[in-house]
């Protein structure tokens, strides 16, 4: 697959750092706005990653026809080490251009925040709401 070659911005790049050392934030969404993929919005709060995953659809909040990205911290707040999955949300609704652009990208993102945040969880595509749903990120894990 080709991809986007699209460049982090240093605000999205520095809240992902900051995250790093701080476990009340348990998502952070992201968007393409022109050749950057930039910072959108951080969220906290949440007890384990279901129920963070569980507040995306509302918290970010996902639009019907515009896709982004979230990275979602898999472990409970106050880990050693923070491991990331990344969540992309690409709904059918989206100009087919846009849903190129975001698939193309996923692994040059992943690569820029640091391949190793992302290497304990699969990719989780969501494309309309029925997706929003926990138990099925844990079947995609699963295989």
């Known amino acids: 697959m080709a991809r986007a070659h699209l460049a982090v911005d240093v605000e999205l790049a520095n809240s992902f750092l900051a995250a790093q050392s701080e476990p009340a934030v348990r998502w952070i969404a992201a968007t393409v706005k022109g050749e950057a993929v930039c910072l959108l919005k951080t969220g906290s709060g949440a ?39 990344l969540v992309c949300w690409v709904p059918d ?3 087919p251009r846009l849903k190129m652009l975001y698939s193309s990208s996923r692994e040059d993102l992943k690569t820029s925040l640091g391949a ?25 894990e699963a295989g």
Do not use: I, M
């Not at 995953?53 to 106050?78: H, I, Q, S, W």
């Open 47 to 85: 007890a384990d990653a279901a129920a963070a995953f569980g507040e995306l659809a509302t918290g970010v909040p996902l639009a019907k026809d515009e896709p982004c990205f979230v990275v979602l911290a898999r472990e409970a707040p106050g880990a050693a080490t923070r491991k990331w999955q």
């Open 93 to 95: 609704a989206a100009a």
């Open 116 to 140: 190793g945040f992302f290497a304990s969880a699969k990719d989780y595509c969501a494309n309309d709401a029925a997706d929003l749903d926990w138990a099925h990120v844990a079947a995609a």
